[in-house]
């Protein structure tokens, strides 16, 4: 199985490609022990770069940590709330908010990760951007509402 890992925090480059190499090195070196011939290639690992971010305030680690904790709280603080604008009230939500730009990437990746079931990000992203891509048709439609704010990270340069 193929497994491959995106790098987007320069911060954790050094640390994903020392394990990587360690990894390549261990891997070697069991070779060396079975006698191979040749060195092999191990398929099952790759590694994909992204360049850096084109925004005027890319995240920091530190950004990205404190927006983990603050998105952590968030769900423990909305509970099961149904209403979007409890869940944007919530203090944790309001604080990734006053991150200002650097959160978008943030909650851009967010919502990238999430697949088919997106979290609500849609308020804090209009916040932060002033910017609404999602078509009146897809309100509602909360993976045609997240496929749209991608597009529009991976055309401002937010998002890949």
Not at 83 to 90: G, R, Y
Not at 91 to 105: C, D, F, H, R, W
Not at 127 to 133: E, N, Q, R, S, Y
Request: with cysteine; aromatic share 12%; net charge negative.
């Amino acid at each position: 199985m193929s497994q491959t890992m995106s790098i987007t925090q320069s911060a954790e480059i050094a640390v994903i490609m020392g394990a990587y190499y360690e990894l390549f090195l261990r891997q070697s070196e069991a070779d060396k022990n079975t006698k191979q011939a040749e060195p092999k290639f191990y398929e099952q690992f790759s590694c994909v770069f992204h360049p850096p971010l084109m925004t005027s305030k890319s995240p920091s680690f530190e950004d990205s940590q404190r927006f983990k904790q603050f998105a952590t709280h968030w769900r423990n603080e909305r509970h099961a709330a149904s209403s979007v604008t409890d869940m944007a009230m919530c203090p944790s939500y309001q604080k990734i908010i006053a991150m200002g730009e650097v959160a978008i990437p943030l909650v851009l990746s967010e919502l990238q990760s999430a697949g088919d079931e997106p979290d609500h990000w849609f308020w804090a992203l209009r916040v932060l951007t002033d910017a609404d891509p999602v078509k009146d048709e897809h309100r509602g439609d909360i993976a045609k509402m997240a496929a749209a704010w991608l597009d529009w990270g991976r055309k401002q340069g937010y998002a890949w």
